[in-house]
């Protein structure tokens, strides 16, 4: 069993960056892939990043390419997603996740709460 808690969301004018974290409980995080999704109003939740369970291999959405980069410290239990040059349609709210690795919401077993991500145009 995982447990999974967000921060570092809030409110940033476009163009600019914030850091979310995610910190995992228990003693398993390197044995897990971890990802983060996004939901914003009215949308279905869409994958953004994944990392596996060492961070030699991560994947983005193309709308986030470039812009956003996933990391993790294993020896933390935390996850992050550096986010810049942050635009309005980013605007949602963003989900850790552990699993396995790739972009398909089934691929993981347990989720964060999520924090809130609001770009101002």
């Known amino acids: 069993q995982v447990q999974l808690v967000e921060s570092g969301g809030g409110l940033v004018q476009a163009g600019g960056s914030l850091r979310l974290s995610c910190a995992a409980s228990?003693?398993?995080?390197?044995?897990?892939?971890m990802g983060w999704f996004r939901q914003a109003p009215g949308k279905e939740r869409e994958f953004v990043a994944a990392?596996?369970?060492?961070?030699?291999?991560?994947d983005y959405a193309d709308s986030v390419k470039g812009r956003f980069t996933i990391s993790r410290d294993n020896a933390k239990n935390t996850v992050y997603l550096q986010m810049n040059s942050l635009k309005a349609e980013d605007t949602a709210v963003y989900y850790c996740?552990?699993?396995?690795?790739?972009?398909?919401?089934?691929?993981?077993?347990?989720w964060g709460q999520g924090t809130q991500v609001t770009v101002s145009s």
């Open positions: 996740a552990a699993g396995r690795y790739g972009s398909g919401r089934g691929l993981y077993d347990f």
């Open positions: 990392i596996s369970r060492s961070g030699s291999s991560t």
């Open positions: 228990g003693r398993t995080f390197s044995y897990y892939a």
